[in-house]
């Protein structure tokens, strides 16, 4: 065997623990009995354990130094491989140990802190997760950008520097647009109680609707939905909440958009570390896109409105355009995860240059909560009123998780790009979505996005797929025209 | 750290490995989507290969020969890790590898040999089958008896001379029984169907009778019941027939048996050697004692008759004894799987007589067909009439199982031994049973046997909760005096 193939040989066996390791955390939020969960972390530790002496195996390092792949698929299974080995063997063990055990305590601390409103019982460790996080970017960047460091891990081939661009020319265009649609009245939402088998019943149509694959994957229930495992296995997870049917429904329909990524991958690439979608902006672009411009379009409300009609009788609203409505509510509040599409990235956008400043050092840990309040009241026009409402109302510092948060708006511009060139090649694609069908609109993301998996790098296969770099203009496009036709601005 | 800890630490991840593998098996049965099955083969193949090299890692067999352990607990640890190391080290690799090839490719050639009622098909594959297993017999056993070394892998401590004596004894009197119960009239059975989800439901009411603790377990339906897992993640699984709901009620109770032993076991014992129930036998002894002993007793089956009526209505069944009548009729019949408490344990000599002389060469394959039907005709009284129904209705010989066959008869043995000693210990337990309340019952059983996990050997444990070694006498004197009475022999 080549050196190539020694490689690939242990790099498929790794991709299948791992996948086993994704399936322990699938079955820890849906199927584990609650009296599991201290033997589960022994387990789970165990299988890690095998995980990272692989990551660091020097085996990998001589395969990588005398490796030579024919052809371009070869030279990017490298690549990953590559930057999978170098992470790992340029953070000193030790300092690796102290932050896989300081973040697993950290979440906790968190988690008290956010229940009492307390925010300095918190900043302490916040602090020395900021720390670590540094020295560990530090020992991976070899006197570089930290933060550029650390956006790799989520962002491969971004930088600071690059989001910053794009997020600054968005800023201000959000921020007006938001404040011109709270000057217009909120349009009614459901009201009333849904069962929850009908939401699930419902949801299950959609996923249908959204061509996700039930051969080779399933839909349960978690308390924080989510999708899981790659190629022939591929499970996603909604929830229901009895007064907000909308909450099971695009949840879903965002699940399925990750869930399909997954799945469209080309099956030659299945357990090779090109066998899973790119980055977590790539793969936020698919559920986006999914959930937003193709699920709160009003070609596919209207649809989705028959649909939940039959399912539960009358909604006491006033047609589909009243439901299209509905399904898009612009309303203040303060927290991320409930926020509509015109709000969300103004959340992302604060979170990104508070940590940035953080990682860089120019924002110390203790004027953060300041901060905070200060560009919240400054984009969106009110008071944070508690920490919970606040800096304290994420999970992602307490466990390290710098250089994440913008992903989630990159994924929302990449899902601009792909939109704006899909509405081009599929000219009647309103006319598909009024009939439920998606099979243009999917069809056109699994040929020209999906199928890749790793193949070209992030900032690649969107410019594969939408001719041109990512650029925030035809999100921002998107939203106005949208938005100002719904609220008449 | 010592030796011993040292070896304690690496057989605490082997351990926790272990059970991820059986989660995945659980998973594979109950909860993957059908397009998985390729993909799951390659995972499962990689972790199998992880834990490969562990059972064989030169380090174990170090520290092995310098470990001291204090006490008993260590000592039977050792005893346990030294029996899988020697296993793994004694067989040449190039012949377990052939051998897992072999047995892969067997199984599909005997599923098709069955369906085709294709004897000829079967038998050159056989008889490699049989060939590599004596090689390996004579690997790990140096000379001695190879089917006493195949006999370790299932029942550690017995061998085929122990077993056939207490065969022996109980084949003539249990050929008798048989035959005096079939010349009575066979009682009513249920008739009608039976909604899946009720039967779903009173098999929950049945696990929560017979203690099954849901905190750390769990409950779903698969084409073959079984139960996995050990400690505090031990789920079980169960079918329904809308035709028979007695499957699902004791497939029910049976595993509960099964999950209830690994759940009862001293945590400290968990993700340890000593952790899981100490061999197949004395596993069966728990899955049978619930089953039959107590789930099938007149005074369990009048508590199950109401919550039964109460689930479906009326059953057509002129009360509570024909109920028991119902739950225990004894029948002609050709499948293993389906025989009752009295027929069951002729179907396994058959099989372990015949085994045993394959193994030791006695028996040639080709003549197995022919020595299979005459040993029917003797016991059954009646001729097979096809190969389903004789010598391919059973999967265990095609995968290499050879001396796992008798550990199903030593469970019911061992039932019986403990079911005496149960009856003098709690002298109302028929009181307790007919109300529904197995705490006497099943307390005793964890006092006595389950807690105790590996710590020690099957016979042992069997003497210690019975106060004898085990032997044919009470299961016999039981099986008598029950069916003796409900037929009026």
């Given at each position: 065997m080549s050196a190539y193939d020694e490689l690939m040989a242990f790099a498929r066996e790794t991709e299948a623990l791992k996948m086993i390791s994704m399936r322990l955390g699938w079955d820890q939020e849906t199927m584990m009995p609650r009296g599991a969960a201290e033997q589960r972390g022994e387990e789970m530790a165990a299988i890690e354990s095998i995980l990272h002496a692989r990551r660091s195996d020097p085996r990998v390092g001589d395969w990588l130094a005398s490796a030579a792949p024919e052809d371009a698929v070869g030279q990017a299974q490298l690549r990953e491989i590559r930057r999978d080995y170098d992470r790992a063997t340029k953070v000193p063990a030790d300092l690796a140990k102290a932050l896989a055990r300081l973040t697993s305590l950290a979440q906790g601390i968190w988690a008290e802190a956010r229940a009492n409103e307390d925010v300095a019982a918190f900043l302490p460790t916040l602090e020395e997760v900021v720390r670590l996080r540094r020295e560990e970017a530090a020992a991976l960047s070899a006197g570089g950008d930290a933060y550029d460091a650390l956006v790799q891990d989520y962002e491969p081939g971004s930088s600071g520097g690059e989001i910053a661009a794009i997020f600054d020319a968005m800023r201000p265009r959000l921020v007006d647009l938001r404040a011109a649609i709270l000057d217009k009245p909120v349009p009614a939402g459901l009201t009333g109680t849904f069962d929850p088998a009908l939401q699930m019943a419902v949801s299950d149509a959609l996923a249908r609707a959204f061509g996700y694959d039930f051969t080779r994957g399933r839909i349960d229930t978690a308390v924080h939905p989510f999708s899981s495992g790659s190629g022939a296995d591929v499970r996603i997870t909604t929830r229901t909440n009895p007064l907000d049917p909308f909450n099971c429904f695009y949840s879903t329909i965002h699940e399925v958009g990750h869930g399909s990524y997954e799945q469209a991958i080309d099956p030659a690439f299945a357990l090779t570390p090109l066998g899973q979608g790119v980055s977590m902006g790539v793969h936020e672009s698919q559920s986006r896109i999914y959930e937003n411009q193709l699920g709160r379009s009003r070609a596919f409300t209207g649809w989705m409105y028959d649909q939940v009609q039959s399912a539960f009788g009358d909604l006491g609203l006033d047609g589909p355009d009243a439901f299209y409505a509905a399904a898009?509510?612009?309303?203040?509040?303060?927290?991320?995860?409930?926020?509509?599409?015109?709000?969300?990235?103004?959340?992302?956008?604060?979170?990104?240059?508070?940590?940035?400043?953080?990682?860089?050092?120019?924002?110390?840990?203790?004027?953060?909560?300041?901060?905070?309040?200060?560009?919240?009241?400054?984009?969106?026009?009110?008071?944070?009123?508690?920490?919970?409402?606040?800096?304290?109302?994420?999970?992602?510092?307490?466990?390290?998780?710098?250089?994440?948060?913008?992903?989630?708006?990159?994924?929302?511009?990449?899902?601009?790009?792909?939109?704006?060139?899909?509405?081009?090649?599929?000219?009647?694609?309103?006319?598909?979505?009024?009939?439920?069908?998606?099979?243009?609109?999917?069809?056109?993301?699994?040929?020209?996005?999906?199928?890749?998996?790793g193949l070209y790098t992030p900032r690649d296969v969107i410019a594969r797929a939408s001719g041109a770099a990512p650029s925030e203009g035809p999100l921002l496009n998107y939203l106005e025209s949208k938005f100002g036709a719904l609220y008449g601005l």
């Open positions: 898009n509510r612009v309303q203040n509040g303060y927290i991320r995860t409930e926020a509509d599409e015109v709000q969300y990235n103004l959340h992302i956008m604060l979170r990104f240059d508070l940590e940035r400043a953080m990682v860089s050092g120019d924002l110390p840990v203790k004027d953060l909560e300041a901060a905070w309040n200060d560009r919240f009241a400054a984009d969106f026009g009110y008071a944070v009123d508690k920490p919970s409402n606040g800096m304290l109302q994420d999970v992602h510092w307490s466990v390290g998780l710098f250089g994440y948060f913008p992903t989630y708006a990159l994924g929302n511009v990449y899902a601009g790009c792909l939109h704006e060139a899909l509405r081009a090649a599929v000219p009647d694609l309103d006319a598909q979505l009024a009939a439920g069908d998606t099979s243009g609109a999917t069809g056109w993301l699994k040929e020209n996005l999906q199928r890749h998996g």
